[in-house]
């Protein structure tokens, strides 16, 4: 069977967030799951609105798509820079760290530069 999937199709329990995302998982698989991602997500937020701002970023980033909506402009930039400096960074063969570029990018422009 697919590493990181439970017998009956779904993310196993010893899955971590860490691990790439459904490894060697076929791609329609993989497509399914993303718009399974998708929709998860986007009812959580329309039914409870209310902890909507307790929902990572992240996730929404990673599911794409409708999720998308529930980000402004700003957050959107953020994660569209830093896709394209981890692109750069595999494109270089250097270390990306995300969490780390998240912060840099996060930070005011006059602190950046200290």
Request: hydrophobic share 35%; aromatic share 10%.
């Amino acid at each position: 069977m697919w590493e990181g999937l439970a017998p009956d199709g779904g993310v196993s329990a010893n899955t971590c967030m860490t691990d790439p995302p459904l490894s060697g998982a076929s791609p329609s698989h993989t497509t399914e799951s993303q718009y399974l991602g998708q929709d998860m997500m986007s009812q959580v937020i329309l039914r409870y609105p209310q902890i909507a701002h307790l929902v990572p970023r992240d996730l929404l980033w990673f599911f794409g798509g409708d999720c998308l909506h529930f980000m402004p402009d700003e957050e959107l930039d953020l994660y569209q820079a830093l896709e394209e400096r981890r692109f750069e960074a595999e494109q270089n063969d250097e270390p990306f760290d995300w969490n780390q570029e998240k912060q840099l990018l996060a930070m005011p422009q006059d602190q950046s530069k200290h």
